[in-house]
């Protein structure tokens, strides 16, 4: 077989991966079949499945787990990544504190889907939710801190989903990834930590279980009382990574000392 023909039945099992995973629409998270079944059912070779693969993770369409398989990534809305995310991106990537005030509008934001999706989640709503709060039990010891983030914010996402209020719920994808990258920063630390993890596990399980029940004002608080724990935590740990950096920095009169005359 030629390097061109080669070339374009990659490119074409590309298209097709792609294809697989918007018809079943696929979620962020969700693992996709071993290269050998893909093979089979593309009807490819699996080294040609494994290039196709590692196109889609070039261009962060999935991303592979060693020994875990690759799963699939959340694609950013172009219109939301223009208009909403890359100025407050910007924002952050000049100060971090700003995180701060992502989680103070997504406790304004998810009072209200958390409210609005204890009314109204259908059934087909509340299979998703539980869908997605046990994605983030399985992925709880990934080893890609950004597969787990995503599925903790899928499942936060799905909230805004089961509201059934457009707005919200476009407001909550606009914010997507700025949370995704939110939650990452803060797993790294408090998901590491058993307890913390313990807390945001029963704090995820009380709010499911109060949207499950249908009861709106316990939704509202739980969704509130876990944002708050999540503020506080990250609040804590980021003034004790402070005080460990101060420990360690030498004072400038010890490092010139010296240069400078007796």
């Known amino acids: 077989m030629t390097e061109s023909v080669t070339r374009r039945l990659v490119d074409l099992t ?18 996709l079949p071993s290269e050998r079944l893909l093979a089979a059912e593309l009807g490819v070779s699996r080294n040609t499945v494994r290039e196709a693969l590692r196109e889609l993770r070039s261009t962060n369409v999935v991303v592979s787990r060693r020994g875990g398989g690759t799963f699939v990534r959340w694609q950013p809305e172009p219109w939301s990544e223009n208009h ?11 100060d971090p504190g700003y995180r701060y005030d992502i989680l103070e509008a997504r406790h304004a934001i998810e009072a209200s889907t958390a409210w609005h999706a204890a ?3 259908t059934e087909a709503d509340k299979e998703k939710l539980c869908y997605c709060f046990d994605a983030t039990l ?19 996402l ?29 797993r790294q630390r408090m998901y590491t930590r058993p307890p913390i993890f313990a807390r945001l596990t029963e704090q995820h399980q009380a ?43 030498l004072p400038d009169d010890e490092v010139n000392s010296k240069d400078i005359p007796s």
């Open 138 to 156: 399985k992925l709880k010891d990934s080893d890609d801190p950004d597969l787990a983030a995503q599925a903790d914010v899928r499942f936060h």
């Open 207 to 249: 709010l499911l279980q109060a949207i499950l029940d249908g009861d709106p004002a316990r939704a509202r608080r739980e969704v509130q009382d876990h944002l708050a724990f999540v503020y506080t935590t990250i609040k804590t740990l980021d003034e004790e990574h402070a005080r460990q950096a101060r420990a360690t920095r």
């Open 158 to 186: 799905a909230i805004a989903e089961a509201s059934h209020n457009l707005v919200l719920l476009q407001t909550m994808r606009g914010f997507f990834e700025l949370l995704q990258s939110s939650v990452m920063q803060s």
């Open 14 to 31: 590309v298209e097709r991966i792609r294809a697989l995973i918007q018809e079943q629409q696929l979620e962020a998270g969700t693992r």
């Open 119 to 121: 009314l109204r989640a």
């Open 84 to 94: 909403i995310v890359q100025p407050l991106r910007g924002l952050m990537a000049g």
